[in-house]
């Protein structure tokens, strides 16, 4: 099963909708969040949000990988990559489920 993809456009509606912001107040909030996030990530900080999980970034070394087409084995430099860990209660959630501490 497909579901939609929620845009930043849909997260400024739904701010605007439930917490009574304007659209352009709305616009900005959801921008800072977001950037904030950004920018810790960036400098290689987990950003964890509470029910619903961690951005995490990992530094991987470098290795060998190989060209699946050729066999070829070329060098994979070293880079940073991000993994996001969804919390229990988001876990919980997504397969149908109450967590504790939910009503």
């Known amino acids: 099963m497909a579901g939609r993809t929620v845009t930043r456009a849909d997260l400024c509606e739904a701010v605007y909708q439930k917490v009574g912001l304007s659209r352009t107040e709305s616009a900005s909030l959801v921008e800072m ?3 904030e996030i950004c920018n810790c990530l960036a400098n290689g900080e987990t950003v964890k949000l509470s029910s619903f999980g961690s951005f995490v970034v990992r530094d991987k070394g470098q290795r060998i990988g190989r060209n699946p087409k050729t066999g070829v084995e070329v060098p994979i ?4 990559v991000m993994v996001f860990k969804p ?3 988001l876990r919980a959630r997504i397969n149908g489920q109450r967590s504790e501490g939910e009503e």
């Open 33 to 35: 969040v977001l950037s």
């Open 77 to 80: 430099e070293p880079r940073r």
């Open 87 to 89: 919390s229990n209660v």
